[in-house]
């Protein structure tokens, strides 16, 4: 199936709309050895990676939601929330 890195881009932001609604980058690298797009989830300093099948990419192109994707995701939003939560200190608090 053929896709660029900024189709799978666009269609992972479709997918998961709360990557943009929680402030996150998303960027995506592929991985010839591991036959994978590299996930990066990024807000801040703070960043995260997750390896993407080949074949479930092509299943992302074709409309189908990534589970594991997805699961990861939402993990990876509520990490970063928290630490970007005690990284940040809280104004007028002692």
């Known amino acids: 199936m053929g896709?660029?890195?900024e189709d799978l881009r666009r269609k992972l932001l479709e997918m998961y709309p709360e990557?943009?609604?929680f402030g996150l980058s998303l960027s995506l690298e592929f991985d010839e050895g591991k036959d994978a797009w590299v996930v990066s989830l990024e807000k801040g300093a703070h960043r995260r990676h997750a390896f993407l099948d080949k074949k479930d990419a092509d299943s992302c192109i074709g409309g189908n939601l990534c589970v594991y994707l997805g699961m990861l995701i939402a993990q990876y939003i509520k990490d970063m929330e928290l630490l970007v939560s005690k990284s940040i200190p809280v104004q007028g608090k002692f």
Do not use: V
Request: hydrophobic fraction near 35%.
């Open 3 to 5: 896709y660029t890195k």
């Open 19 to 21: 990557i943009k609604a």
